[in-house]
Nanobody, 119 residues
């Protein structure tokens, strides 16, 4: 049974940093590209960042480029999202997701972790 468990969310002030962690189990981690998504109240879910199975390539939403960094540790079956210079508009539930390398659609999702940034 595949499980993705996010942690590290919280309430912070604008300008602060947070690091989200997603621990994966029940899958061969290196067979999967990983992504972070977020959904704010009343808005559609959006992609925030993605990283390939080997960590050699990543991609970011324009709104977070230069502030967020995605990384992974394949030895620990873990993916991270370092979030710096947080803004109130970053407030959302953040989800971790996994997709088999050759696929486009993400197959597995975590339960989400709340990030709230106050002004």
């Amino acid at each position: 049974q595949v499980q993705l468990v996010e942690s590290g969310g919280g309430l912070v002030q604008a300008g602060a940093s947070l690091r989200l962690t997603c621990a994966a189990s029940g899958l061969t981690f290196t067979n999967f590209d990983m992504g972070w998504f977020r959904q704010a109240p009343g808005r559609e879910r959006e992609s925030v960042a993605a990283i390939t199975w080997n960590g050699e390539s990543n991609d970011y939403a324009d709104s977070v480029k230069g502030r967020f960094t995605i990384s992974r540790d394949n030895a620990k079956n873990t993916v991270y999202l370092q979030m710096d210079s947080l803004k109130p508009e970053d407030t959302a539930i953040y989800y971790c997701a996994a997709r088999t390398r050759i696929l486009i659609r993400y197959e597995y999702w975590g339960q989400g972790t709340q990030v709230t940034v106050s002004s």
